[in-house]
């Protein structure tokens, strides 16, 4: 995982492979654009990321990920989570924690439709014009979160045979 603030735009899927690296939407759309090639369908993500600090504090973080459609009509299918931007370099690990699951900690707040229109809507940032060239304006991406509260907390149970559940 590596950000690159300086370049201010996701990386082509071409680059990030190359580079081996990348943020949270460059690495979400090298998924996506790795299961499109091989048919299978896949939608971006973007919404925040809400963590506790040590102290109490809550951060929601900008976030992307990504989700593929697994099933076959008239049987059991729908959109599984994928969380590209995974932290542990065990691929066991990544694959139990960051495929098939979505905590509470993500919050969505855009889903693709599939279309480059939606992609491109997706990246759009705020535009404006100004008539006075001496006014500066920083924009910053910021959630505030109160009341902020665990309702309920499982821990996820993986069996042998793949079955999940919580207890």
């Keep these: 995982y590596q950000i690159h603030p300086d370049e201010g735009s996701v990386r082509p899927a071409a ?23 091989v048919d299978i369908p896949a939608r971006f993500i973007r919404g925040y990321l809400i963590t506790e600090n040590t102290d109490g504090a809550i951060t929601a973080t900008p976030h992307a990920w990504a989700e593929v459609f697994v099933g076959v009509a008239g049987q059991l ?3 599984i989570p994928v969380e590209c931007a995974c932290s542990s370099t065990s691929i066991e690990i990544n694959i139990h924690q960051n495929f098939g699951l979505e905590s509470a900690s993500h919050l969505r707040l855009f889903t ?12 759009t940032g705020i535009s404006y014009v100004t008539r006075d060239p001496s006014i500066t304006i920083i924009f910053q991406p910021f959630a505030e979160i109160q009341n902020y509260q665990v309702l309920e907390s499982k821990n996820l149970v993986i069996t042998d045979s793949n079955i999940r559940y919580y207890e």
């Design 15 to 37: 680059v990030t492979l190359e580079s081996r690296q990348g943020d949270c939407d460059d690495l979400s759309f090298l998924y996506i654009s790795l299961c499109r090639a």
């Design 77 to 79: 299918s729908g959109w």
């Design 112 to 123: 693709d439709d599939g279309s480059n229109a939606s992609l491109a809507t997706s990246l």
